[in-house]
């Protein structure tokens, strides 16, 4: 399935419940940062052997959490993810040419 369609459904599934009326900027943002934060706080503190039990269901619910609130900033101020996706990676390969940060942990403006 294809990033449109899932984000339709997420705002479809939102739409049933009116849930709308809750999503705030501000409240869609603290939500995403909650979200980004449990999934942090699987690691936090784990060995790598500990981090290496960490089930990957609970890091694929936590994924899917931080997508459906990213879902949700997208549909408020009408960007269209899958577009944004792509053009960031375009972005991307401009400031980080394959032949200046193959193996390199530098940021663009220091390659």
């Not at 940062?33 to 942090?40: A, G, Q, T």
């Not at 459906?68 to 009408?78: G, R, T």
């Amino acid at each position: 399935m294809e990033i449109k369609e899932l984000s339709k459904q997420i705002i479809k599934f939102r739409d049933q419940r009116n849930w709308e009326q809750f999503h705030q900027i501000k409240d869609l943002l603290l939500g995403l940062d909650i979200e980004v934060s449990e999934l942090m706080e699987l690691f936090l503190w784990k060995s790598d052997s500990e981090i290496d039990q960490i089930s990957k269901e609970k890091i694929q619910h936590e994924l899917a959490d931080i997508f459906i609130y990213l879902a949700y900033v997208a549909e408020k101020f009408d960007i269209d993810l899958e577009q944004a996706i792509v053009e960031k990676i375009e972005l991307n390969g401009q400031k980080y040419p394959v032949s200046k940060s193959f193996g390199s942990h530098k940021k663009y403006n220091e390659l």
